[in-house]
């Protein structure tokens, strides 16, 4: 099993930047895709990247546009999302979701685990 637990977000204007960070529990942390998935008031929840667990493959949702990215130390149980140059509509819930498998990791339906989410909210 594996214990999530996110942090890093906040107010931001349009075109600032965050970096999420999600901490995993467990000595198998290593054994996990992990992915980032946002959920929007009124819309459905969309996975916006993914890394695979050895951390060579890697997943981006079109809206991510160069903008965001993915990467992870399994070292320190760590996976990072850096977003830049935000927009209003990246205004969501972020949450970090462990999947045993990297195929499929485009799916919030693939994830086993999940944290508790933080909050993004990108606003003038």
């Known amino acids: 099993q594996v214990q999530l637990a996110e942090s890093g977000g906040g107010l931001v204007q349009p075109g600032g930047a965050l970096r999420l960070s999600c901490v995993g529990s467990g000595r198998t942390f290593s054994d996990y895709t992990i992915g980032w998935c946002r959920r929007a008031p009124s819309k459905a929840r969309e996975c916006v990247a993914s890394?695979?667990?050895?951390?060579?493959?890697?997943y981006y949702h079109g809206s991510a546009g160069g903008r965001f990215t993915i990467s992870r130390d399994n070292r320190e149980n760590t996976v990072w999302l850096q977003m830049t140059n935000l927009r209003p509509d990246d205004t969501a819930v972020y949450s970090c979701?462990?999947?045993?498998?990297?195929?499929?990791?485009?799916?919030?339906?693939?994830?086993?685990?999940w944290g508790q989410g933080t909050q993004v909210t990108v606003s003038s």
């Open positions: 890394i695979s667990a050895d951390g060579h493959s890697y």
């Open positions: 979701g462990a999947a045993r498998d990297f195929q499929g990791s485009a799916y919030s339906t693939s994830y086993d685990y």
